[in-house]
């Protein structure tokens, strides 16, 4: 009996052999098939590519022209008003809502690309939301609201000091009217709390108290006083008038200087934020594309 098994081993033996090396065939083919084909992630990148692809490139049309109008509103004070108003509400709201709405019907199904496209759906929310902005605020940049009187006032009122300060400055033996130390007291606490204000470190109605209870009823009994016919009279005499329109246009003008100081500040960081969320996508894109 011994013997027959001894036999019987043998002549199995081969047959072992020829079957385990079939499956380690089998296996090895197996893999190399999973190898050779794409995965799943190379077989959604390149469409998913292609469609944002599209969409960044009407993006960046879009917003290179509305900055380009944008900071045309800023420097010339409201020159070309209505272009820039037809631009934002013709152009910029329609492509960007519907950037937002195209955005979201992409629905890549692998990891990677979520998480770079759930980056792309906040840039194109970012970019929405600044053109809703300037919808929301065009009066900020209208003529009227440039401020041209304002404008003509704060420079009446700083070339009147000026030209007072620099006459007493021109001989040493002429000493400054005490009305003038006043007035320059007063202007210095004002720009104080005026760099306050726009800070957000004081409110609004705080300053227009100080303006119109404060400041402007000490420059009027400035005024109220007697002054001589002689050339320094006459410049002190208009440095505190002007003084006076300044602070009177000014404390008219603060409800819209306030918004413009928080639009600028909130169209900046949507600006901002936009440009840093569409870098940041792209770079996952990259690392992405390097991984294929």
């Known amino acids: 009996m011994a013997e027959q098994s001894t036999e019987r081993r043998g002549r199995l033996a081969p047959l072992l052999a020829w079957t385990g090396g079939l499956v380690v065939l089998v296996a090895a083919l197996a893999l190399l098939a999973t190898n050779c084909g794409p995965t799943p992630l ?6 998913y590519d292609s469609k944002v692809e599209k969409l960044l490139d009407d993006d960046l049309a879009v917003w290179k022209r509305l900055l380009a109008l944008y900071n045309e509103q800023i420097q010339s004070g409201g020159a070309g008003h209505a272009k820039f ?40 929310a970012a970019r929405a939301a600044f053109a809703h902005l300037l919808a929301q605020n065009l009066d900020v940049f209208s003529p009227e609201a440039a401020g041209d009187e304002l404008g003509r006032k704060t420079s009446a009122a700083e070339y009147a000091v000026q030209d007072y300060d620099k006459w007493t400055h021109d001989d ?13 007291g007063l202007r210095n606490d004002f720009a104080n709390r005026f760099e306050k204000f726009q800070g957000h470190k004081i409110a609004r109605a705080e300053l227009d108290d100080f303006i119109r209870k404060e400041a402007i009823p000490k420059v009027k009994k400035l005024r109220a006083g007697r002054f001589d016919e002689d050339e320094p009279s006459r410049l002190l005499r208009e440095a505190i008038a002007t003084t006076e329109e300044y602070y009177a246009v000014l404390a008219d003008s603060l409800p819209m200087i306030e918004r413009q100081l928080t639009f600028a500040e909130e169209s900046d960081r949507l600006s901002k934020e936009g440009d840093d969320l569409l870098k940041r996508f792209r770079d996952e894109l990259k690392q992405i594309r390097n991984k294929l």
């Open 172 to 184: 040493q033996t002429r000493v400054a009217d005490a009305r003038f130390t006043e007035l320059r």
């Open 42 to 47: 190379e077989k959604a990148f390149p469409d």
């Open 85 to 124: 108003e037809s631009y934002v509400k013709k152009d910029a709201i329609p492509t960007y809502d519907k950037l937002v709405a195209d955005v979201a019907a992409i629905q890549p199904a692998e990891p990677e690309l979520q998480k770079a496209h759930e980056i792309l759906v906040k840039h194109a």
